[in-house]
């Protein structure tokens, strides 16, 4: 079992420091928050959250858990590139007592199974989550996440502007490319969009990729090693319709990051973001003033596909030294009146039972999780662990400096065609 742990470990570090560079400095400043040590009788322990989203609601929810529990002190702790920091102490031996996780991923099946997460089966932690969510994330038939919210992807898009200049919401892609370029003949920027932030990059093409044919034969694709890149009428789609966006967004969208990409949307110079429901908060945070709603990334049939999965979820260390505290917290963030106050703030759906998160802005493109056809999760979540992080870094690097041989070439060899 330990063997297990450290071979998976060893494969870890090595993949962090080759991918991030992140490096000691800043797990060492991290690791400086988890030293767990009791003043008295109260015992505190570390929450990692990789969702910047909702760090402020978090200080609430601990601090309202605190109120209720005085021997028990949370430390939540956020950082940049959260997710290579969280891998490197992990594989460091120094994970913190909570952690949020995506339970969807390889990698997280991988951790499971090597002993990372502490087993929560047959305790009450999900009683309260519909089981609809954690079925499909059970390890070996093992519970090891607690899920909280879904996301799911689409385009925001400012309704305020779009009835003064007399649009109408795209359903087909061909509707979306003239809908763009009436609003640049107006003078606006089309899209907002952040190329050097590779996962967001990730994300839009893989909304894309789902959406150029359908679910069924993107995934097909991947997974047949004989299928090409550049035979691939998928693949062609998706890269014409990259270009495309990018050819309307904001000049420097290469040196745009994610939070650049919201100020532009939500100060009117740009009129839609693709983006996933999760930047709600960060839209409103952003001061956006005009009415703003979500439209399904379209398609040619006019029945756009969603996607998405899990998006926060809580997971325990299997090395905590406080397994009680740790699930008491976990605990409370699945009671009703903590998951409502997540999702009147985050606008996420929630998988706690008897909570609804009000939110019109989302509505248009989160009700179609339920309906049939209209919901596919994410493609990554089949693929090798840590391959869906690349497919950011290289869709990326093709919006920036547009090398379409480069990008098909790197297709063929992660995905294993000959």
Known sequence: MRNKKATWGVALLAGVLLLSGCGSKANNNVAANNN??????????????????IKDYMEQIIRNFEEENPNIKVNQVQVPDSRQVLYSRMASNDAPDIMSIFPNESDFRTQAESDYFLDLTDTDLLANVDPTYYEDVKVNGKDYSV????????????????NELGLTVPTTWGELENTAKAIKEKGKIPFATSFKDAWTAGHLTEALITNAENPEAAAKFFADPAAKAEDNAGIQKMITQMDFIRDYSQADAAGN?????????????????????????????AGMEDEYKMFP??????????????????????????????KKFVKFMTEQKT???????????????????????TEDVTKLLSENGRFQPWLHFDWKAGLDSSWGTETSAYLIIKDK???????NKEFGKN
Do not use: C, R
């Open 297 to 326: 990334v379209p398609n040619d049939s006019g029945a756009g596909v969603v996607t998405g999965g899990i998006d926060y979820a809580l997971a325990i260390s299997a090395e905590t030294k406080h397994p009680e505290e740790a």
């Open 36 to 53: 767990s040590e009791s003043e008295g009788n109260q015992v505190t322990i570390e929450l990692f959250n990789q969702k910047s989203e």
């Open 257 to 285: 990051g994610y939070n650049e990409a919201v100020n532009l949307f939500a100060t009117g110079e740009a009129l839609m973001l693709p983006q996933g429901i999760w930047a709600v908060p960060v839209i409103d945070m």
């Open 147 to 162: 899920p909280l919210t879904m996301n799911a992807y689409g385009i925001f898009y400012n309704v305020t502007k779009f």
């Open 339 to 361: 998951a409502q106050f997540l999702a009147d703030n985050e606008k996420s759906p929630s998988t706690v039972n008897g909570v609804k998160a009000n939110s019109p802005q």
């Open 405 to 411: 041989g480069a990008l098909e070439s790197w297709i």
